[in-house]
């Protein structure tokens, strides 16, 4: 079973507004992760945000984590029509190596 | 350099036939996971290898499936007597060492069972 919800599940906007998603999961973590998945293809990472940290950048993208309220969000600044694709969170749950994924969110970018 | 890579990238079979999917890691990477991803989920981990080491295979739906690294590079998931509801994308991914956290993903093998 998965951990973590993702909200909202599909999320439809135009080229140049912003896009935020949320991540909300269950156990204590050691990090979350986002990654992207466009259609046919494998998961490419993001951004990596550690237990100990509230907030971090990579370029357009913005992620905060909240660990007492157990939820993360990713936001994209500035969406590009490339920016179409299925977004996904993803724990490492501490003591354990493997990364537990949410159901993602089905980002749609409108020229 | 290469990617990991997965092959094949489709594979339809009838039920009840075996089949046999290979990753080949990112040359050096110690760390190696299978995931399977349904449609329309989020991917949803099977088993982990460190070298050739099957330290957790929790994930495994059942004892049809079967994976093995014999080597500590390439590995195999292999599926027995496979079912309708195995049906989904299995991806793997590998990771430098035991302490570096991001994994890279393969493009993922199809599987359809008929």
């Known amino acids: 079973s998965q951990q973590g919800e993702e909200d909202p599940q599909a999320l439809s906007i135009q080229e140049g507004e912003n896009a935020t998603m949320n991540c909300s999961y269950k156990t204590s973590i050691n990090n979350l992760q986002w990654y992207r998945q466009n259609s046919g293809r494998g998961l490419v990472h993001l951004i990596l945000i550690r237990s100990n940290e509230r907030e971090k950048h990579s370029g357009r993208l913005r992620v905060t984590l909240d660990t007492s309220k157990k939820s993360s969000s990713l936001l994209i600044t500035a969406s590009r029509a490339a920016d179409t694709a299925s977004y996904f969170c993803?724990?490492?749950?501490?003591?354990?190596?493997?990364?537990?994924f949410g159901q993602g969110t089905r980002l749609t970018i409108n020229p | 350099g290469a990617g990991v890579s997965q092959s094949p990238r489709y594979k339809v079979a009838k039920r009840g036939q075996d089949v046999a999917l290979r990753c080949d890691p990112i040359?050096?990477?110690?760390?190696l996971f299978w995931y399977q991803q349904a449609l329309g989920q989020g991917p949803e981990f099977l088993t982990y290898f460190q070298n050739e080491a099957q330290l957790d295979k929790s994930g495994l739906p059942s004892d049809r499936f079967f994976a093995e690294r014999p080597e500590g590079s390439v590995s195999t998931l292999k599926i027995q007597r496979t079912q309708q509801e195995d049906s989904a994308v299995y991806l793997c991914a590998s990771r430098p060492g035991v302490h570096t956290d991001t994994q890279y993903f393969g493009p993922g093998t199809r599987l359809t069972v008929l």
């Open positions: 040359s050096g990477h110690v760390s």
């Open positions: 993803a724990t490492m749950i501490q003591g354990a190596q493997k990364l537990v």
